[in-house]
């Protein structure tokens, strides 16, 4: 079935530890990105990549780095984890032209994240 | 600053019509999008409005008014399965969407 894979599903991860989510995707979708939810506020975007080889910083970028190596995968890392980066991570792509207001997304089922 | 309003939860009657607001303001315009998220899973694209009016789609209709600011999401026939989160967002001047935090939608029998 085409769409996004995330790993892990969920994590408790102890501060100071880095962390890489996983997020692959099979539908050859040129854009891809990273959001993070959290209970009373809107999806926030951390990092984006409009396709292989460049990566651009979104909202709340801090304390996440990002890759782009080939078109499908695009891995987030915690370098050194800290308790506010508690949330549910959602991986998500798009394949219509990234300068378009009609560029739908398509979510992974998220990676949640609990650092203590 | 950008922001995007939309009320905290509501709750509805299974068969009936509910209507959901959105109201935003942001730097340009170049789009609003509603996607529906059940509890626990991805949020799942709606609908997609870019010039003023109503598009219908099933159950689901939405509307935009961009001198007001405004859309809305239309549910009718309200099935329990529709128990879900529903998100606005704005496609700004930049092509950065713009989220809501979301509203919870309550179904009873």
């Known amino acids: 079935i085409a769409g996004i894979t995330q790993a892990p599903t969920s994590q408790i991860l102890a501060a100071g530890r880095r962390m890489t989510l996983r997020c692959t995707q099979d539908?050859?979708?040129?854009?891809m990105y990273w959001y993070r939810q959290d209970l009373g506020l809107g999806l926030r975007l951390i990092h984006y990549?409009?396709?292989?080889?460049?990566?651009g910083k979104g909202e709340v970028p801090d304390g996440y780095s990002v890759s782009r190596a080939n078109t499908d995968d695009f891995p987030l890392t915690l370098a050194s984890a800290v308790p506010s980066q508690t949330s549910v991570y959602f991986c998500?792509?798009?394949?219509?032209?990234?300068?378009?207001?009609?560029?739908?997304?398509?979510f992974g089922a998220g990676s949640r994240l609990t650092v203590l | 600053g950008q922001n995007i309003d939309q009320p905290t939860e509501m709750t509805a009657t299974e068969g009936a019509i509910v209507q959901i607001n959105c109201t935003y303001q942001?730097?340009?315009?170049?789009?609003l999008f509603w996607y529906q998220q059940h509890a626990g899973e991805a949020p799942t694209f709606l609908s997609y409005?870019?010039l003023d009016g109503l598009e219908e789609k099933g159950r689901f209709s939405s509307f935009l008014s961009r001198s007001k600011g405004y859309s809305y999401l239309l549910l009718k026939e309200l099935q329990m399965k529709d128990s879900a989160s529903y998100l606005c967002?704005?496609?700004?001047?930049?092509?950065?969407?713009?989220w809501g935090a979301g509203t919870k939608l309550i179904i009873k029998p």
């Open positions: 998500a792509s798009s394949g219509g032209p990234v300068l378009s207001g009609a560029n739908v997304l398509t």
């Open positions: 539908m050859r979708h040129n854009a």
């Open positions: 990549s409009n396709t292989a080889g460049t990566t």
């Open positions: 942001t730097s340009g315009f170049n789009g």
């Open positions: 409005n870019v």
């Open positions: 967002a704005v496609m700004d001047s930049n092509y950065q969407l713009i």
